[in-house]
């Protein structure tokens, strides 16, 4: 599984934030750093991961993602082995 941050650097930063029509790249540079991406993001991420032909970026990997980083555990698994 690959972080938000993996996934982001993948794509390209400065792609995402022209992509999105961010003036300023430094917003998506800020989402590498916190290694999150806004859910409000995801859809487009998705879409500019399947037109720019980087595998493995759906909804289901960047909830993966995101519930890593928060330290949650994936459905159906135990934090505690």
Do not use: C, D
């Amino acid at each position: 599984m690959r972080s938000h941050s993996q996934i982001l650097k993948a794509l390209g930063p400065t792609a995402v934030a022209a992509a999105f029509g961010l003036k300023q790249p430094s917003t998506v540079h800020s989402w590498v750093q916190r290694n999150s991406i806004p859910p409000k993001y995801w859809p487009g991420i998705v879409e500019f991961a399947r037109n720019t032909r980087v595998a493995g970026v759906t909804h289901a990997a960047l909830a993966e993602a995101a519930a890593a980083a928060a330290g949650l555990a994936p459905r159906g698994k135990s934090r505690a082995a």
